[in-house]
C-alpha cells in the first residue's frame, strides 16, 4: 500500500505560480511513477502530468511550457510547479502512483494506470 497527501495548493492570481507537493509513506521501496490530475467543477478529472521513477516526464499539451512535475526518490516526494497559472487552472490536483514497472516507465495518462489517490489539494486562480 501507499499513501498520498498532497499539500501546496491555495488562491493566486492570473499569472502567478504555486508548487504542488505529494508525499508518499508506505510501500515506497517499490519503484513507482507518479502522476497528476485536476478536476474543474463540473467536469471529469483530467491527465496533467506524470514522472517515471528515474525522471522521465510527460505533460498535457494544456500545460505544456507552463508546468513542470519532478520528484526526489529520498524524500519520497513529487512536486508540480505550475507557472504562468490561468483561471481555467482551477481545480482539485490529485497526485496518483502507479507501483511496479521499470524505472523509465510513464503510464498512460489514463486513471485506471494508477492505483493510489491521494485526498487533492484546491488550487484557485483568479482573474
Known amino acids: 500500500q501507499v499513501q498520498l497527501v498532497e499539500s501546496g495548493g491555495g488562491l493566486v492570481q492570473t499569472g502567478g505560480s504555486l508548487r504542488l507537493s505529494c508525499a508518499a509513506s508506505g510501500r515506497t521501496f517499490s519503484t513507482y511513477a507518479m502522476g497528476w490530475f485536476r478536476q474543474a467543477p463540473g467536469k471529469e478529472r483530467e491527465f496533467v502530468a506524470a514522472i517515471s521513477w528515474s525522471g522521465g516526464t510527460y505533460y498535457a499539451d494544456s500545460v505544456k511550457g507552463r508546468f513542470t512535475i519532478s520528484r526526489d526518490n529520498v524524500k519520497n516526494t513529487a512536486y508540480l510547479q505550475m507557472n504562468s497559472l490561468k483561471p481555467e487552472d482551477t481545480a482539485v490536483y490529485y497526485c496518483?502512483?502507479?507501483?511496479?514497472?521499470?524505472?523509465?516507465?510513464?503510464?498512460?495518462?489514463?486513471?485506471?494506470?494508477?492505483?493510489?489517490w491521494g485526498q487533492g489539494t484546491q488550487v484557485t486562480v483568479s482573474s
Open positions: 496518483a502512483a502507479a507501483l511496479g514497472g521499470r524505472t523509465w516507465y510513464i503510464p498512460r495518462p489514463l486513471e485506471s494506470e494508477y492505483g493510489y
